[in-house]
């Protein structure tokens, strides 16, 4: 059973950034693939960035390379979503995702996932 907390959504302007965390109990960061999906209103969920369980590979959508980065508190047992250069189109409900049972094959695929955080709010003002 594996448990998922997150916060640090909120509003800023376009531009801005903002950082998202998940802190994770019930397995070790060693053992999950880490995975941060999106939402907005009447859309579908849409993959967003991933950390593999090895720690070796790190991936991301088109639409945020060179704007996001996925990092791991190993420590914390927490993962971390820093987000840069924010535009309206990144409006959304932020959601952290676990693959418990690594390897992920396709670490864009929803399907993959087993436990999901609550989800967070991000909302960007032009």
């Known amino acids: 059973q594996v448990q998922l907390v997150e916060s640090g959504g909120g509003l800023v302007q376009a531009g801005g950034s903002l950082r998202l965390s998940c802190a994770a109990s019930?397995?070790?960061?060693?053992?999950?693939?880490m995975g941060w999906f999106r939402q907005a209103p009447g859309k579908e969920r849409e993959f967003v960035a991933a950390?593999?369980?090895?720690?070796?590979?790190?991936y991301y959508a088109d639409t945020v390379k060179g704007r996001f980065t996925t990092s791991r508190d190993i420590t914390k047992n927490t993962v971390y979503l820093q987000m840069n250069s924010l535009k309206p189109e990144d409006t959304a409900v932020y959601y952290c995702?676990?693959?418990?049972?690594?390897?992920?094959?396709?670490?864009?695929?929803?399907?993959?996932?087993?436990?999901w955080g609550q989800g967070t709010q991000v909302t960007v003002s032009s």
């Open positions: 995702a676990a693959d418990a049972n690594p390897p992920t094959i396709n670490y864009a695929s929803q399907y993959e996932y087993d436990y």
């Open positions: 019930g397995r070790t960061l060693n053992e999950l693939t």
């Open positions: 950390h593999r369980w090895n720690g070796m590979g790190r």
